[in-house]
């Protein structure tokens, strides 16, 4: 071989060698410079091996200091696979699925993984984990497997208040209710427990844990009275059950004072410790043959709150609004002999609108004797003078246009035709309450707005967020809006509230030694479903207002008929 050929060679050596040290540098140079950030975050993460110890929640109090949610300790049981000794793999994946009832396969495939951790159970009762931590000191199992703390959320009274308090997920997060709605003030810190190993997850000798303390949650106390809430639960259920109410039924007690809820009842209700087992014996007999999406929509269904989920035409208990509305603009009295005549019917824009009475009409009447008899061709008549745009007005005003921001999840949206589009017909079914759709809580919430001397107020659930170190609360005041009503209109509707009660539909609601004004109502469930809406919406006392109740039943059908004053 020439040595011109030695030299050619060794310049392509040299030049290769250069070349590949210069991809050497680069590429450090990227690990080093470029990718430095990640891949240290990388390595830390590796290298430090962090458990989550759950935050209890904070507790959920009624306004008497009753106790409605609580966070009781448990434990969460993890493992390390790597540390532990591959002898006793077997073993400890065999104990751990006998003392928490778990299927061993599963067990004993997350015990051989090549991983640094892996969850087996979270919300362990005591006892179990005792059992557990008993058994690896009797076989000298020291590392591996790791018991911490963790708590369980545990609802005293079981199925009172189910759809307002609502319920948590096994990652112990609000799902429901006031659970989700208050999230960030009921969940507190998690605290950790944190460890340095090596790059295969194995403990390093000489190094310790470290202990960062969980912080609990903020309580909360309700505007809920324990006392009131078990009444209305118990005689919404009786109701429910004596009428044959096929879609169940609702009752709202509100205070019209400050807007605090009272009671807020839905029938039927759940346990909230056990929130994903059906209500309905006989859902629970064809369950398992029921698709996934199917068992979804049946929970969600129990789960609902139909006291702000849902819609509902309210009759004549709409009528107090056209009461408001005509006396605020003048436009009617109170007790003005011979000033309406009901000849059992009024025709507008071609079509006769019959009265509920039609066969035996009510006459001459004063506007007070209307509402007395629940007469729709004087409302009627009163929506034609109010005109769409002043009607429309009141609306706004009474909050039906908009929902009324109570503090739940999953409001829903009253359904009203838009305005222009309102002609004679549609404004006089709506002057009577026929033909759109409103939530019950807005219902209560216009009552208690003419009870608070025609001013009004937002409904609430919750009165004041409790620091559980200091217990000092931080309160939430009531919110009151515009005047809708002048208080001497607001003073006129109750007095003719309590005839209703005294003399007319709403007899039944007659208490002896109290002033109590109420109104009845009944309507069809949708057009031609032949299903109806029964309802009553009542104050007391007459004189000082203290209490709003709204009764709503859904598809009476026992013996007593479909009709409010029943």
């Not at 306004?63 to 009781?72: E, P, Q, T, V, Y």
């Not at 969460?76 to 778990?102: F, G």
């Not at 709409?318 to 006396?327: E, I």
């Not at 005549?341 to 009409?361: D, F, L, Q």
Request: hydrophobic share 35%.
């Amino acid at each position: 071989m020439s040595f011109l050929n030695i030299k050619k060679r060794l310049r392509i050596m040299l030049f290769i060698t250069m070349f590949l040290f210069l991809m050497l540098i680069i590429k450090v140079g990227w690990i080093q410079i470029v990718k430095g950030k990640y891949y240290s975050e990388l390595a830390f993460k590796q290298q430090n091996l962090d458990r989550e110890i759950t935050a209890k929640r904070g507790i959920i109090y009624d306004r008497n200091g009753n106790i409605l949610a609580m966070s009781a300790s448990s434990e969460m049981i993890t493992i390390n696979p790597n540390n532990i000794p591959k002898e006793k793999k077997e073993a400890v994946a065999k104990k751990i699925s006998e003392i928490l009832e778990m299927d061993y396969e599963k067990i004993l495939k997350k015990v051989n993984r090549n991983s640094s951790i892996e969850i087996i159970s979270k919300k362990v009762e005591k006892e179990k984990s005792n059992k557990l931590r008993s058994w690896l000191i009797e076989n000298n199992i020291n590392a591996g497997v790791n018991i911490d703390e963790d708590s369980k959320r545990y609802y005293p009274y079981g199925n009172l208040a189910s759809q307002i308090i609502g319920f948590c997920g096994s990652d112990n997060q609000g799902l429901n209710g006031i659970e989700a709605k208050y999230e960030e003030d009921l969940k507190g810190k998690p605290g950790s427990i944190s460890k340095v190993t090596d790059a295969k997850g194995k403990n390093i000798k000489d190094t310790s844990e470290n202990y960062q303390e969980a912080i609990e949650g903020n309580g909360l106390e309700l505007t809920i009275d324990i006392n009131i809430q078990q009444i209305a639960e118990k005689y919404l259920e009786e109701a429910c059950i004596d009428n044959k109410c096929t879609d169940g039924g609702n009752v709202i007690i509100m205070n019209p004072q400050n807007g605090d809820i009272l009671a807020m009842a839905t029938y039927p209700n759940y346990d909230l410790n056990t929130p994903f087992e059906i209500n309905n014996e006989e859902l629970k007999n064809i369950w398992d043959s029921l698709s996934q999406e199917e068992k979804n929509n049946n929970l969600q269904a129990m789960w609902r709150n139909k006291a702000i989920a849902d819609t509902y035409e309210p009759g004549s208990t709409f009528k107090l609004v056209t009461t408001s509305a005509a006396l605020e603009e003048g436009i009617a009295q109170t007790d003005k002999e011979g000033e309406f005549n009901c000849s059992g019917g009024i025709e507008v824009a071609g079509v006769r609108i019959k009265c509920w009475r039609y066969y035996r009409p009510h006459g001459s009447e004063s506007l007070r004797q209307a509402l007395m008899n629940s007469c729709n061709p004087v409302f009627i008549g009163l929506g034609q003078k109010l005109g769409v745009e002043t009607y429309y007005n009141y609306l706004e005003k009474f909050g039906f246009l908009q929902k009324t921001g109570i503090d739940l999840p999953g409001e829903a949206k009253s359904i009203f035709l838009a305005k222009e589009k309102v002609g004679p017909v549609e404004l006089a079914t709506i002057s009577f309450g026929q033909r759109f759709e409103v939530t019950p809580i807005q219902m209560a919430t216009m009552l208690s707005t003419i009870a608070n001397k025609g001013k009004y107020v937002k409904p609430r659930l919750v009165k004041s967020i409790i620091n559980p170190e200091t217990n000092e609360k931080t309160e939430i005041q009531p919110e009151y809006k515009n005047q809708v009503i002048s208080e001497e209109s607001a003073e006129k509707v109750l007095d003719m509230m309590e005839t209703v009660v005294g003399e007319g539909t709403g007899k039944n609601a007659k208490v002896e030694g109290y002033r109590i004004g109420g109104k009845t109502g009944t309507s069809e469930d949708g057009v031609n479903t032949g299903k109806y809406v029964t309802s009553f919406i009542g104050v007391a006392p007459i004189d000082n207002p203290q209490m709003v109740m709204l009764v709503t039943l859904y598809n009476p059908t026992g013996e007593g008929g479909h009709q409010g004053g029943e």
